[in-house]
């Protein structure tokens, strides 16, 4: 702050608020991060106490990305990644999955949340082939994250579009799905969508969701199985199709148990 001025860091800590337990926290308190506060800590055990499952879910979630990450830049042969929401860094990211299969693949960062940008530096790593940006940008304005991400990635080409666990903090299902075909809408033939997100499929996970609402926090609304189905209308599922995240395309000679965490990999025509 040599001229007076807070610097960036400065400025994302001021905003920090950490009497109220947030989301991506507490998701990387339940991966084993250390990026959270004691509130958030309490929360997370108080949820956890009501559905035991819910650290199962986190990791499955993780789990889930890589395989998917993995997928689309293998088998599927795409470069780059427009990953939204992306929450607090923890182990093997979306850039760090893509660029150990294809070193020149571009990734773009979403977010909007102080925490996330300080530590953006973090996750603004890469192989000197390929890109790491972050864009601070809202899920709800999803035209503004379009037109940044253009500055970055090439809209002529096959993005994959990734919201991994982000549309349940839209309240309204009708709206998640607007911005959900929204930034569709913007994404070449031969692009994918990449999704999970939790449901409403387990009594206890409701309550404890419900429990954690009630804190004052971001909620986050759990859909049906069928609602999630919504954001694919129009692409081209991948086997096996929205599935509980464990179950899909689980690795050779494991034996997966389903949790109350959906998710699935498609193509845009």
């Known amino acids: 702050m040599a001229d007076g001025r807070p610097t960036p860091d400065q400025e994302a800590l001021s905003k920090i608020d950490t009497t109220v337990p947030h989301s991506a926290r507490i998701w990387n308190y339940w991966m ?10 309490i929360a997370g055990d108080e949820y956890r106490e009501v559905a035991p499952t819910i650290e199962t879910m986190a990791r499955a979630s993780r789990h889930y990305l890589i395989r998917a990450v993995s997928l689309v830049a293998g088998e599927l042969g795409i470069r780059q990644f427009l990953d939204i929401g992306t929450g607090l860094p923890t182990y093997d990211n979306t850039h760090q999955v893509a660029q150990r299969i294809a070193p020149e693949s571009r990734i773009v960062y979403v977010d909007n949340d102080p925490l996330v940008l ?48 982000i549309l349940g903090h839209v309240q309204d ?47 986050y609304v759990l859909r049906s199985p069928e ?43």
């Open 32 to 41: 084993g991060g250390k990026d959270n506060y004691e509130v958030d800590r």
């Open 118 to 165: 300080r530590h953006a530096q973090a996750l603004l790593t890469s192989t000197p082939e390929g890109v790491t940006e972050y864009i601070d940008a809202d899920l709800h304005a999803p035209e503004k994250i379009v037109e940044q991400a253009r500055e970055l990635l090439d809209f002529d080409r096959p993005v994959a579009l990734m919201l991994m666990g």
């Open 173 to 219: 299902h009708a709206e998640a799905v607007s911005i959900v075909r929204r930034l569709q809408a913007a994404l070449p033939s031969g692009s994918c969508f990449v999704h999970y997100d939790s449901t409403d499929t387990d009594a206890a996970l409701q309550q404890a969701q419900q429990g954690y609402d009630d804190t004052g926090a971001v909620p």
């Open 227 to 269: 609602q999630l189905a919504a954001y694919y209308e129009g692409l081209e599922l991948l086997e096996p199709g929205i599935v509980s995240c464990p179950l899909w395309r689980p690795e050779p000679g494991t034996a997966p148990e389903p949790t109350d965490i959906y998710g699935g990999v498609a193509r845009k025509p």
